[in-house]
Nanobody
Framework: QLQASGGGLVQAGGSLRLSCAAS????????MGWFRQAPGKERELVAA???????NYADSVKGRFTISRDNAKNTVYLQMYSLKPEDTAVYYC????????????????????RGQGTQVTVSS
């Protein structure tokens, strides 16, 4: 199970830190990803981190978002800076389908076990 938290309302240019607590599988063995979905838009994989802490980002968030993980807490984080109105979406995390799976290229179909999301709203 995956449970995201930390969303909220923030002004453009602001920051938020999302967290996602995982249970069930052996967390440390799996790459994790952060997705977002805005109303009327397709789901987008914005960031991913491997079991070895390598990271990859979608162009839309590169340089503004940072993904990290704490295996002792079974938690993955998404630190978001310089937020824009177009970042408004429901954000949720997901676990890679296979142990020690890769994240190059970023591919939504590599992830399953999508958890409950958290709403991020960026006002202009």
């Amino acid at each position: 199970q995956l449970q995201a938290s930390g969303g909220g309302l923030v002004q453009a240019g602001g920051s938020l830190r999302l967290s996602c607590a995982a249970s069930g599988r052996t967390f440390s063995m799996y790459a994790m990803g952060w997705f977002r979905q805005a109303p009327g838009k397709e789901r987008e994989l914005v960031a991913a981190i491997t079991s070895g802490n390598s990271t990859n980002y979608a162009d839309s968030v590169k340089g503004r978002f940072t993904i990290s993980r704490d295996n002792a807490k079974n938690t993955v984080y998404l630190q978001m800076y310089s937020l824009k109105p177009e970042d408004t979406a429901v954000y949720y995390c997901a676990m890679h389908r296979t142990p020690y799976g890769g994240i190059w290229p970023l591919r939504s179909s590599d992830f399953d076990s999508r958890g409950q999301g958290t709403q991020v709203t960026v006002s202009s």
